[in-house]
């Protein structure tokens, strides 16, 4: 991939040193979840052009799924209070409360990855809420779940996900809307979902009532890099 063209920055989320109003979208692929999630939004607040659109997005592992839930098995062995913190709760409240931008519709989509044993093993001794939460039963919890993939045959493993994100549209100072985000804008998001394989859900969430658009479509085989 010829990255010759990007312009690199060092900074974080909540200081991103870059221009004021220089920026279309800014977005957060799971990570969110483990910054100061107030200064997050008023920078990106900042950065943001007139009509540029925050968005925070999620891969959550479908943990209805009897692989993944033996895992959560193994994990709760250890650790009965583990806790994924706020990455699998709403981010509508948040968004809103800063005032700085407009409602922000929820979209999900689901997919199912084919991947190597050893690629999950990886993961796992890479996750760090995991190894954040386990301390020293990190290595016992490992090797169990490396057990449990052993137990299975083949090399390979489906793993179901769901992608869950909030995309919301700039507001002025004070919280005056300037438009949530357009039907436009999200049918744009949900086509890049299904040409990857996903099948996607829109909610439209307001104060005054809730609406939920099931966006069906034809399945589409995933096309995983």
């Given at each position: ?41 008023i920078e990106a607040h900042r950065i943001l052009g007139p009509a ?35 990455r699998r709760v709403s981010q509508a409240e948040v ?131």
């Amino acid at each position: 991939m010829d990255s010759s063209h990007v312009n690199w920055v060092v900074g974080t989320v909540e200081e991103r040193g870059q221009k004021s109003g220089e920026f279309g979208l800014v977005s957060f692929g799971s990570s969110f979840n483990v910054c100061d999630q107030t200064r997050a939004l008023i920078e990106a607040h900042r950065i943001l052009g007139p009509a540029g659109h925050f968005m925070c997005i999620w891969n959550h592992r479908d943990l209805s799924d009897s692989l993944q839930s033996e895992i959560e098995e193994l994990i709760r062995g250890q650790i009965p209070e583990y806790d994924y913190g706020n990455r699998r709760v709403s981010q509508a409240e948040v968004i809103l409360g800063s005032r700085l931008f407009g409602e922000p519709p929820y979209l999900e989509g689901r997919i199912v990855h084919r991947l190597k044993k050893s690629s999950v093993l990886e993961a796992w001794r890479s996750h760090a809420t995991l190894q954040r939460q386990a301390g020293p039963s990190s290595p016992l919890i490992i090797d169990a779940i490396e057990r449990l993939l052993s137990s299975i045959g083949g090399d390979d493993v489906q793993v179901p996900y769901k992608t869950v994100s909030w995309i919301s549209r700039r507001l002025s100072r004070g919280g005056i809307d300037d438009r949530c985000v357009t039907r436009r804008r999200l049918a744009q998001h949900r086509g890049t979902l299904l040409r990857c394989g996903y099948r996607t859900r829109v909610t439209f969430q307001s104060r005054s009532r809730r609406r939920d658009c099931a966006l069906r479509s034809k399945s589409v085989s995933p096309q995983v890099a």
